[in-house]
């Protein structure tokens, strides 16, 4: 038998979510059938993914703690549909595990000190799953799937590629030991045509992160702010676009951040973004 973990470490943010019925919750809201393959990160101690492979699918987990991989984790080792590997989410090659070819899910319960990170490595690789049901802190799982209005960086960047979309809280009792903080539950599914092409992720979210610079005020001063820029020579590349920069960041479309993105990269503030 596989030595039992009792202490949770907090340099790696664990949180071992313990609770059977959002456990089973999260497995349901994936919508799992038996040819599926499931990507893990952060197994943990296996409470997921005990309930992934009751469904019959084949997983893939990702774990950075080798005691909890040497440990708990070493109890799926027969499993033929089991597959561990030992290492950083956010620096695994998923073309060494999944071919281009096949099509995978992500399914989560994230480290808070690392999530989002882990979470644009994956959804923005060269592989990418077409679904993602992921569970993160629950002020960065609003911002992923924010509503027009109240956008920020992530969920502009998000939207872009993927339809998302909030599905319920998960409170700190759930969890061994109790975060201070409540999680949500989130989707992602990549459409079908996204906004920008694989290749200007990256870029997009630097340009966001300028774009996002000054948020409570007015787009044109944030815009300036973030590229250094006079404010009229912003407002000149917003007019022909129909874009009110008199507006607050959090209130700009995505369609209109994707528009603003291709104008500013063809001018010299933005080509080495």
């Not at 994936?30 to 992934?52: C, H, M, N, Q, S």
């Not at 991989?69 to 620096?91: C, K, M, W």
């Not at 061994?176 to 290749?199: M, N, T, Y």
Request: a positive charge; charged letters at 20%; aromatic letters at 8%.
């Amino acid at each position: 038998m596989a030595r039992s973990v009792k202490t949770a470490k907090k340099s790696l943010g664990q949180h071992f979510l313990n609770d059977a019925s959002v456990l089973n919750k999260i497995v349901d809201t994936a919508d799992l059938i038996e040819t599926d393959y499931v990507l893990e990160i952060g197994p943990g101690k296996g409470a997921l993914t005990k309930r992934l492979l009751q469904k019959s699918v084949s997983v893939t987990a990702i774990e950075l703690d080798s005691d909890l991989v040497n440990g708990p984790l070493s109890d799926f080792a027969d499993n033929p549909n089991f597959n561990l590997i030992e290492g950083d989410a956010r620096t695994v090659n998923l073309e060494e595990t999944f071919s281009k070819s096949s099509q995978f899910k992500l399914v989560a319960n994230l480290p808070y000190n690392a999530g989002t990170n882990i979470l644009r490595k994956i959804l923005f690789s060269n592989i990418y799953p077409e679904f993602s049901v992921v569970m993160l802190q629950k002020e960065v799982a609003r911002n992923i799937t924010a509503n027009s209005g109240k956008l920020n960086i992530l969920g502009v960047l998000f939207q872009t590629y993927y339809k998302t979309h909030y599905h319920f809280n998960v409170q700190p009792r759930s969890f061994s030991p109790q975060p201070k903080v409540v999680s949500g539950v989130i989707s992602l599914k990549r459409k079908c045509i996204p906004l920008l092409p694989d290749s200007s992720a990256d870029k997009f979210f630097v340009f966001l992160t300028k774009g996002f610079a000054a948020p409570r005020k007015q787009l044109h001063n944030s815009l300036s702010q973030g590229f250094g820029t006079d404010i009229q020579i912003v407002k000149d590349i917003c007019s022909p676009l129909g874009v009110n920069t008199e507006m607050r960041p959090a209130a700009i479309a995505i369609e209109q951040w994707v528009s603003l993105f291709c104008a500013f990269a063809k001018i010299k503030h933005v080509k080495n973004t």
